[in-house]
C-alpha cells in the first residue's frame, strides 16, 4: 500500500482576470471619452501672418474666390484687433457668427443673386459644411464674415449711424463699423474711430476683442444660456430657401457666459405692430429704385454695328478648353481670358499686364461684371456655364442682336409713362414710371413645354386671395389623380368641385367624375394653401395668363426659373400691389394690404390707372446704364443652337 496520495489540481477562480479586464476596459473608454471632447485650442496668434499678408502686405495674394468688398473697413479692424480671429471660439464658430448667418441669410430673402453675393453667402454655404480645421481657411472664413456684416450694416444700419439721413450714405461706405451687440436691439453698429462712445465700449479691453464675440466676458455677473435648443444632429452644415431659408451650423451644447438677453435684430413688423414678429412671406418694406430703363432700339443698333465689327477684325478668340479658373489661378488660358474680356468691354481701364497668366482680383472683378450681364451667378468662378457664354461668338452674338432689335420694334416707340415689363429670358419683371425703374423683381416663368407667351395689355384688376378655376388640362393631368387619392387632404388644401349653379361641392366619386366630364369645374378657395398665393394681377389675354404669387419661394433663388405652367409667379407681389396702388381711390398702404392677405376673404380691386403691361421675349437688350445685356434662348426662338444652354 502505497502512502503517497497524489495532490488534486486546484481550479483557479475567473474574478481576478474579468475584474482585471474591466478595470482595463474602463481606463480604456474613459481616455476615449476624454480624447473626444477634447476641443482643439486655436493658438492666439496663429493666423496673423495670413491676415497681415492678405490685408497688408499682398492684397493679390487673397486665396478665397470671393473678394473683399469693403478692404479698407476691414483692414481697420483687424489692425485695432491685432489680426486676431473674431467670429471664432477656438475652431468654431461663435455664437454672433452663427446669429450673423442666419440674419444675413434671412436679409437676403427675394433679392437678386448679387445681394447673396455681397454676403458670399455662396461660399459659407459651399464651405460650412463641417466645422473648419485648417488655419487659413479658419482665417479666410473669418475675414468674409467681417466684410458681410459690414456690407449689411451699410445695407440696413446706416441710418442709425448718420442722424441725416440717407441722403449722406455715400460718405460712410469709407468708416470702421464693428459689430457690437450690447443691448436688446440685437446687433447695433459703432463706427471704430474714435468718438466720445468708443471709451466706454472698448474700455475692457483696448483692442475690442471682447464685443466681436458677441457678449461681454468681463462681466461678473455672467448668465448661462442653454444653446441644447439650437444643435442640429450630424456635421451637417445646411442652407435654407434663398427665401425664408436659414444657416443651421452644428453647435456646441456647452454653456456660454452671456451678459445680455440673446435676440437677432429687430426689424418692424408689418403683421403685427409691437408683436416683432416679421410677415412670414418675407418681402420686407418696398423701397424704390430709381434706375433708368433703357431697352431702347436705337441702343442695339449701335451695339450691333460693335458686334460686326469685332466679329470683322480678327481679334477675337474662344477660350481653349481646360481647367476652371478663378482668383489665384495660373494658367496659360488666363491671356486668352483677360483679352477677351477686354474685347467684351468688362476688363477696363487697368493697364495691367495683359501677357500675365495669373487670375488676379482685377480679372476677377472683370469675370463678375460678364456673368452679372449674362445672368449667371456672379461667383467669378470661369467654369464650363461661364466659358459657353464667352466662347459665342461675335457673329452669333450679332445675330441675335438683330432678331432683339426686330422683337423691340414690335413694341411702341414709347411704352407709357407708368409699365410693367416681364423679360422671359431675363427671369425679371420690371415696373418703370417715366423712364426709371422703381421696382424690379425675380419671376418664374413657363416650362419650354408650357411657354410664357408674348402679351402687350394691361393690369384690369388686383385680387387679394384669389381663388384658382383649375385649368382643364392640368385638371385631368395632375389634379384628379390626387384628388380621387386623397379627397380628404385635398379638400384641407380648399379643393372644391363647383357645379354650374356656383356652388362648391364636396370631392366625391361621383362629382369628381362630373368635373373629369367636364360638367363641373374645381377650384381652390382663397388662403394659405392656394396655389396662386395671396396676390394675383389679372391682365386681360387670350392665352389666360396672368401675374401672381407663389407658395413654393424657394425657386426665385435659382439662376434659372422656367418652372410654371405659363403663368408669371412673382417674387414681391405685395411690394407690386403697392406701387400699383397708391394713385387708387381708398387706403392702399402697405398695412392693409398685409390686412387683405390674411384668412381667405376674396377681394377685388378695379384699376382705374391704365398701367401697361409687356411681356416680352428679350435675350438681347442695352439696359439703362449702357451695358449689353444677353441670355439663354430657353424656348429657341432665336433659331441659334448655340445661345440654347439645356
Known sequence: ?????????????????????????????????????????LPENAVRPHLVNWLEDNPDAWPAQDPIFNPVAVRRIYRRTDYRLLWFDNYNLSDTANDLLKQLTASSSGNSSMVDYRYHLGYFDRTLRDTPQRLQMAAVLDVLLTDAFISYAQDTQLDKLNPDGPKNHPRLRGRDITPVNLTEGGFQMASARSYPQEQSLYAANDSGRQYFRGYNRETPNAQTIDRSRYTTQGNTYSRGSSYGGS????????????????????????????SGLAPAHGEGLLIEENTPFGGDAQALREQLARYRDMANSGQWRPIPAGPAMTLGAKHANVIHLRNMLSLYGDYYGYGGDYGSNKFDQRLHEAVVRFQVRHGLKPDGIVGKQTRDRMNISPS???????????????LPADLGNRFIQVNVPGYTLNY????????SMN??????????????????????????????????NEILPKARANPTGMENM??????????????????????AAGGFLMRQKGGEQNILGRVKFEIPNSEDIYLHDTRAKSLFGLTDRDYSHGCVRLAKPRQLAEILLRD????????RIEQLTTGDETTEVNMSQNV???????????????????????????????????
Request: net charge positive.
Open 1 to 41: 500500500m502505497s502512502y503517497f496520495i497524489p495532490e488534486r489540481r486546484k481550479r483557479k477562480s475567473p474574478l481576478p482576470a474579468i475584474f482585471l479586464g474591466g478595470l482595463c476596459a474602463f481606463a480604456l473608454y474613459y481616455a476615449f471619452n476624454a480624447n473626444t471632447q477634447t476641443v482643439p485650442v
Open 247 to 274: 444657416y443651421a451650423p452644428r453647435y456646441s451644447t456647452r454653456a456660454y457666459p452671456q451678459s445680455y438677453p440673446r435676440v437677432m435684430p429687430n426689424f418692424r413688423s408689418l403683421q403685427d405692430e409691437g
Open 396 to 410: 452669333a452674338r450679332a445675330h441675335i442682336i438683330e432678331t432683339n432689335i426686330r422683337r423691340r420694334e414690335q
Open 432 to 439: 418703370v414710371e417715366q423712364d426709371r425703374v422703381k421696382l
Open 443 to 476: 419671376v418664374v416663368v413657363g416650362k419650354k413645354v408650357h411657354q410664357t407667351p408674348e402679351i402687350s395689355t394691361r393690369v384690369a384688376r388686383v385680387v387679394f386671395n384669389p381663388t384658382w378655376t383649375v385649368p382643364r388640362s392640368i385638371l385631368v
Open 494 to 515: 380648399g379643393y372644391r368641385v363647383v357645379n354650374g349653379s356656383g356652388d362648391y361641392l364636396p370631392l366625391t366619386s361621383q362629382n369628381l367624375k362630373s368635373a
Open 584 to 591: 387708387e381711390p381708398g387706403d392702399w398702404s402697405r398695412y
Open 612 to 646: 401697361k403691361v409687356y411681356v416680352t421675349y428679350w435675350t438681347a437688350w442695352v439696359d439703362g446704364q449702357g451695358r449689353m445685356n444677353f441670355r439663354p434662348d430657353i424656348y429657341g426662338k432665336d433659331g441659334l443652337a448655340a445661345n440654347q444652354f439645356d
